[in-house]
């Protein structure tokens, strides 16, 4: 049967212009790379089952009509267990969180993020460090990766986050010298010295979404309990110190 591939020419020559004369807007196909070069009936019969199998008019078998033209998306499925954030799971009082990717643009709005949140009337926080001073976020405020925010949370609530489909080149924030509130963008947990690297940090203070409460420092260079190999935590909130401006870059 050989790999599945998605083919837009074939010696040069289009493959919807070799099929029946039309052109590249026809379309990419897909072909089955056989060992031997040809993938045909016989092959078919051999290698799929026969509720798989291509039959034209529902009497003659034909691979071409696997061929499919007209891909419109392709989807990877794996068995491997999910490792980005689908919610946010705050405790009662205040929690420091972010965001590990840009949301779809329906709810990215504080207001529409937080609506399933009882705050009692606090404001949501964030913190600008090149001013050095807190600001409000307004209801119509993007909630976007790599920055933290802190929110109140009358009791345990969890927030389902919902992802951008295409979402725009990767993300960046600009880190200044002192204290930074900052989040991890990325995929999955990350040690902070691989999430970190190229930046001039020297401290990262978590936030324990689960105690609600700071956990032990990060070092730059440090060991033991305060070794830069620990992970960054989708989700939850940090303080960085650093000693010169850097840039923060969502991790691929």
């Known amino acids: 049967m050989g790999p599945l591939v998605l083919v837009?020419?074939?010696?040069?020559?289009?493959?919807?212009?070799?099929?029946?004369?039309?052109?590249?807007?026809?379309?990419?196909?897909?072909?089955?790379?056989?060992?031997?070069?040809?993938?045909?009936?016989?092959?078919?019969?051999?290698?799929?089952?026969?509720?798989?199998?291509y039959n034209f008019s529902a009497a003659y078998p034909s691979t071409r009509g696997l061929s499919v033209q007209f891909v419109d998306r392709i989807k990877i499925y794996t068995d491997e267990p999910e490792t980005t954030l689908l919610?946010?799971?705050?405790?009662?009082?205040?929690?420091?969180?972010?965001?590990?990717?840009?949301?779809n643009a329906e709810n990215a709005a504080a207001e529409r993020l937080f609506s399933g949140v009882e705050t009692e009337s606090r404001a949501i926080l964030g913190y600008n460090a090149e001013k050095n001073e807190w600001e409000?976020?307004?209801?119509?405020?993007?909630?976007?990766?790599?920055?933290?925010?802190?929110?109140y949370s009358a009791g345990p609530v969890s927030i389902p986050l919902t992802y951008a489909v295409y979402p725009?080149?990767?993300?960046?924030?600009t880190l200044y010298p002192g204290w930074n509130a900052v989040g991890l963008a990325a995929y999955a947990n990350v040690p902070a010295e691989n999430a970190l690297a190229g930046i001039s940090w020297k401290t990262l203070i978590p936030w324990d979404l689960e105690?609600?409460?700071?956990?032990?420092?990060?070092?730059?260079?440090?060991?033991?309990?305060?070794?830069?190999?620990?992970?960054m935590v989708l989700g939850t909130g940090y303080w960085i110190y650093l000693d010169s401006e850097s840039i923060f870059t969502e991790l691929p």
């Open 136 to 151: 409000t976020v307004g209801p119509s405020q993007i909630i976007k990766p790599l920055e933290a925010y802190w929110i």
């Open 168 to 173: 725009p080149s990767p993300s960046k924030k």
């Open 211 to 231: 105690t609600g409460r700071y956990d032990a420092a990060i070092i730059h260079g440090g060991s033991g309990p305060y070794s830069p190999e620990r992970g």
């Open 8 to 53: 837009w020419e074939v010696n040069g020559v289009n493959v919807s212009a070799a099929a029946g004369g039309g052109d590249a807007s026809d379309g990419m196909r897909i072909y089955f790379f056989a060992d031997d070069g040809v993938f045909g009936n016989y092959d078919m019969f051999q290698t799929m089952p026969e509720s798989d199998r």
């Open 87 to 103: 919610s946010l799971n705050l405790s009662n009082g205040w929690n420091f969180i972010s965001v590990p990717r840009v949301l």
